[in-house]
């Protein structure tokens, strides 16, 4: 039996990024691009054809970082701001304003941002819980996984975890993913009561069975070997369509998040695109430890989401 081709490093996030070739920029609202990274991940996705940025930050600042390292930025707009925090509050309005469609993090605090995001009269807030995902392109693996919640929510309840799901779920079928396999995350494989974790994995499947989560199978509590190794499911006799075969992981808490992603970035060699759901846009989070081509990975994403969401609602780019 021939054996099955493993993808090369990067190919997951190619071919995502091709798929955005025939769409529009995404108009991008991109708060305090302050720093060289952030200031020249935006100008090389924009000259990618991924987002049309607007520049929102101090003006003085960004031209002379854009002359300092010798930066293009041709007829980028530029919203000018004082500091981060009204960066952050700006580049929002513009998402309110209808001007921009994704929202992007430049070189202040993620809390800064994602405050903005959340505030009840000004921000982007919608019926759903805010939630990260992790699509991570892990080499060896032939799939790229989803992995929910290591950035956002701390500690999230049940009722928190409905909507760290379903945004995910709809994430991955933006994505193109069309046999989306969850699998929610424990320690173990068993429902044990002193173990909430997994008490909550059997919870959100029996609420997938009664169409409270749409659009995937789940499968849950499943330890992460068996639930993304056929062979560890096949030798704890688990049947699933899920187990040994999971495209999405939804973690318990962001510490286990946080430490499954890193522990594939830095282990395995992983490169991990991020993106926040549940506003109104989506918004991309980058880091200063992004590769350039995790930052045009994050964008695509954004585009794709913001382009599902564009034909969803019937409304055409300008």
């Not at 190919?11 to 060289?36: F, G, Q």
């Not at 952030?38 to 090389?44: I, K, P």
């Not at 029996?206 to 330890?223: E, F, H, N, S």
């Amino acid at each position: 039996m021939k054996a099955e081709r493993m993808p090369r490093k990067h190919e997951k996030y190619e071919k995502l990024i091709a798929r955005c070739k025939s769409l529009p920029p995404t108009p991008t609202a991109v708060a305090h691009p302050c720093d060289e990274s952030s200031l020249r991940g935006t100008v090389d996705a924009a000259k990618a054809g991924l987002i049309a940025p607007i520049l929102v930050g101090p003006r003085a600042r960004i031209e002379a970082l854009a002359k300092q390292h010798g930066i293009d930025l041709g007829k980028l707009e530029i919203v000018d701001t004082p500091h981060s925090e009204a960066s952050a509050a700006a580049a929002v309005a513009l998402v309110r304003e209808g001007r921009a469609e994704a929202l992007m993090k430049g070189s202040l605090h993620t809390d800064e941002l994602m405050g903005a995001v959340v505030k009840r009269d000004t921000g982007l807030r919608t019926s759903r819980r805010v939630s990260h995902c992790f699509i991570m392109d892990v080499p060896g693996h032939p799939d790229a996984l989803l992995i929910t919640d290591a950035a956002v929510n701390i500690a999230p309840t049940l009722k928190d975890k409905v909507d760290i799901v379903q945004n995910a779920i709809d994430l991955a079928h933006d994505l193109g993913l069309e046999d989306v396999r969850v699998a929610i995350l424990s320690a173990m494989e068993t429902v044990n009561p002193d173990v909430p974790s997994t008490l909550e994995a059997a919870a959100l499947c029996k609420m997938a069975d009664r169409k409270q989560i749409t659009g995937a199978v789940l499968d849950g509590p499943l330890a992460l070997d068996n639930a993304i190794n056929p062979e560890a499911a096949k030798i704890k006799k688990i049947e699933s369509p899920v187990a040994g075969r999971a495209n999405v992981l939804v973690v318990p808490d962001l510490e286990a998040g946080n430490m499954l992603a890193k522990s594939l970035s830095f282990l395995a060699g992983a490169d991990a695109a991020g993106i926040v759901l549940g506003a109104r846009v989506p918004v991309i989070l980058t880091s200063r430890a992004d590769t350039v081509m995790t930052r045009l990975a994050s964008c695509a994403i954004a585009t794709l989401v913001a382009d599902a969401r564009r034909k969803r609602s019937g409304k055409a780019v300008a």
